[in-house]
């Protein structure tokens, strides 16, 4: 081991003894050229330190390590072995010093897995890292982005649909990180304006998910909080949700669901570039299920490389079982052959399928007359009076309280923010301006 290797070994061990954790995670960023350089030999320093008691300098081992994989070319099992060594071992109270360092490292390690094509061996790791490194149940990481990615390329979302189904309340930033640790943002970690980035994959890879799973009110949530956040510019991402969020929202409303005002990006650039979109979404409108057959299979190369072809054919659907809704209004009974010609399905085999498969979804209630054909549609019968019922409300009325509670909690954390209290003196002090303006006298052209 070469004597710079040696310093940095030792450099680790005489400040990690000390507890001067502070100096060490300041003076780490100007090391790591040093270990990619020195890739090849990165397991012997690794041997010299020990992940709880050094867990600062075996971070950033483990960053050089991945900062090198492409020169290095090491076995996935290795990597992997070593980052779920790290994260069940590693000293948390250490890692909060050097957060920033950590969520670069998670994301290397993403990258590196799906690129080996070995995404679901990470899911389980990312998950442990997350646990370790978030101060909330309820707090936003950028690692959560790397899990719903290995989730979606490993087509596994047992563990990651826990963190989804988390409202989220607070967010941890590379930008809050650094400011928090007193740190300028090194050349090497994250730039924070990838918080953004982060913040956007978490929201578009979870309404995918949340779609694969055909939870699509959660889906269509996490689209438009995705496509809604402030920004000055349009990105990729949030145009990719754009697109789908049209698509769910015919599949959960049978229109374009309702978008705030603010959100001043869709009209300017998003729409212009999903017109094909919207065109589907006009002739949803028109309840013809041929004319959207052909629209689909016309705009079918488009869907395709959007990697949307599958949403697609759900709208499809979507408007099938609409229409068979529109029949419960109007007919109490109906031949499955009538009920085939009138939603445009191609025999009455499929109509009876559909049909069958609603009232098992309790989309509509109805029963078949196998002997004769019929179809007779009848009201819910639910009286809302039994006691899963009552239980049901009162789940609901819960989870209102707790929600009106969390809300009036951050809106007095807002309130005592100095930043807040700033701005909004200094905008009263304006408006004070604005309404008495200072007199002069004398000659107004001096």
């Known amino acids: 081991m070469g004597s710079a290797l040696e310093n940095y070994v030792n450099q680790v ?14 003076e780490l960023p100007e090391s790591l050229s040093l270990l990619v350089r020195n890739w090849s030999i990165l397991d012997n320093v690794l041997e010299t330190l020990d992940m709880q008691q050094h867990t600062l300098g075996v971070l950033y081992v483990i960053l050089g390590k991945l900062h090198s994989v492409a020169s290095s070319n090491p076995e996935p099992a290795q ?31 993403t990258d590196f897995l799906v690129q080996k094509n070995v995404s679901i061996l990470g899911i389980k790791v990312l998950s442990r890292a997350i646990e370790q490194i978030r101060q909330l149940d309820t707090q936003l990481t950028p690692i959560h982005a790397d899990l719903c990615q290995l989730s979606l390329k490993a087509k596994n979302f047992n563990v990651v649909l826990r963190y989804l189904d988390t409202d989220i309340t607070d967010i941890s930033t590379v930008a809050a990180e650094c400011k928090n640790q007193q ?36 889906a269509l949530y996490f689209f438009e909080v995705c496509i809604t956040t402030p920004a ?7 145009l990719e949700a754009y697109k789908k969020f049209l ?9 374009i669901a309702y978008i705030p005002k603010n959100a001043q990006v869709i009209g300017r650039f998003m729409k212009p570039m999903a017109s094909h979109y919207h065109d589907l979404v006009n002739v949803f409108g028109s309840s013809s299920s041929e004319e959207l057959r052909i629209l689909i299979l016309k705009y079918s190369e488009t869907f395709a ?17 609409r229409n068979i809704q529109r029949l419960t209004k109007t007919f109490l009974t109906l031949s499955l052959t009538d009920v085939a010609s009138r939603v ?28 004769d054909g019929m179809v007779l549609f009848v009201d819910d019968p639910e009286q809302y009076n039994l006691p899963d019922m009552f239980l049901n409300v009162q789940t609901n009325i819960t989870q209102v309280l707790d929600l009106v509670k969390q809300i009036n909690k951050m809106e007095e954390e807002i309130i005592l923010n100095p930043m807040y209290v700033k701005k909004a003196l200094g905008s009263q002090d304006d408006d004070l301006a604005s309404q008495h303006p200072k007199t002069y006298s004398g000659d107004p052209t001096d």
């Open 344 to 371: 445009q399905l191609p025999s009455a085999v499929e109509a009876e399928r559909y049909i069958l498969n609603m009232i098992k979804s309790g989309e509509i209630f109805a029963s078949i007359n196998q002997k």
């Open 183 to 218: 740190q300028q943002q090194p050349q090497h970690t994250l730039d924070a304006n990838n918080d953004a980035k982060y913040f956007l994959l978490y929201y578009y890879y979870g309404g995918m998910i949340y779609t694969a799973v055909k939870n699509y009110e959660r």
């Open 247 to 255: 698509m769910v929202s015919l599949i959960v409303e049978g229109k």
């Open 305 to 321: 490389r959007d990697n949307n072809m599958g949403l697609a054919k759900q709208v499809a659907t979507s408007l099938y079982k």
């Open 79 to 109: 990597i992997i072995q070593l980052m779920r060594d790290f994260v069940q071992r590693s000293n948390t109270e250490q890692l909060r010093f050097a957060v920033c360092p950590f969520y670069e490292t998670c994301h290397l390690f």
């Open 232 to 238: 000055m510019a349009m990105s990729h991402i949030m």
């Open 13 to 26: 061990r005489t400040l990690s003894a000390t507890g001067n954790y502070r100096e060490l995670a300041d």
